[in-house]
């Protein structure tokens, strides 16, 4: 089955700075890879997302690059703010069925 | 957008007894639901793939007859921990996709439901 790895685990940055986060999956089939932020206590929610056909997507403060030789990708945040800090999850799946998860970071994002 | 509505948010039940959780898909249909457990600190875990009109489809390791589920119209699936113990204490979160294919319909996720076995 599909395999995600998240790192790291945790990231902490100054307001302002930039923070990225990776993903690698193993399985060459997944298409699908979106990005989710959890807030304590609630469910996640999707911020961004890449098919396997596009490079790379950007929405606002937000991106996400897709390798699909080296099976990774990224998510970038740039000019971070206090309310970015929250747990994100990659995941892959084929489609938006049974995604399998990263095991999440937590960013903290120092005013 | 597509909304998913979970209910309760939280419940303390006592150690034996069952627990009923909803999931609802507010402003479409959703044939396939699925239900997560998530621990502290921890990643989701896929419980079950809940199928409308038929048997939810259970991932290794979860024992089927202890959290029942039933997708009984388009809009609602249901979770029920059967016998519940301390250890079934957990976060547990769903989500749904409208129709239309991934391309255009990525998963949303519901609030979660935390779940306290005394």
């Known amino acids: 089955g599909e395999n995600v790895e998240q790192h790291p685990s945790t990231l902490s940055v100054q307001e302002g700075d930039s923070a990225v986060i990776k993903c690698t999956y193993s399985?060459?089939?997944?298409?699908?890879f979106p990005w989710y932020k959890q807030e304590l206590g609630k469910g996640p929610q999707l911020i961004i997302d890449i098919r396997s056909n596009v490079g790379e997507k950007k929405d606002q403060r937000i991106a996400v690059t897709l390798n699909k030789t080296a099976k990774h990708f990224s998510l970038h945040i740039t000019e971070t703010q206090p309310e970015d800090s929250a747990v994100y999850f990659c995941?892959?799946?084929?489609?938006?069925?049974?995604?399998?998860f990263g095991d999440g970071t937590t960013l903290t994002v120092k005013p | 957008g597509a909304v998913v509505s979970q209910h309760p948010s939280w419940v303390i039940c006592k150690s034996g007894t069952s627990v009923k959780i909803e999931c609802r898909s507010l402003?479409?249909?959703?044939?396939?639901m699925f239900w997560y457990r998530q621990f502290p600190k921890q990643s989701l875990m896929l419980m079950a793939t809940?199928?409308?009109?038929?048997?939810?489809?259970?991932e290794q390791g979860v024992e089927k007859d202890k959290f029942l589920i039933n997708h009984a119209s388009l809009t609602l699936s249901t979770l029920t921990v059967t016998s519940a113990h301390p250890e079934d204490s957990s976060f547990y979160i769903c989500?749904?996709?409208?129709?239309?294919?991934?391309?255009?319909?990525?998963?949303?996720f519901g609030n979660g439901t935390r779940l306290t076995v005394t």
């Open positions: 995941a892959a799946s084929i489609g938006a069925g049974k995604s399998t």
């Open positions: 989500s749904a996709s409208p129709p239309g294919g991934y391309y255009n319909s990525p998963l949303h």
């Open positions: 809940s199928n409308e009109g038929s048997k939810a489809t259970y």
């Open positions: 399985d060459s089939a997944s298409n699908y």
């Open positions: 402003d479409f249909q959703a044939t396939t």
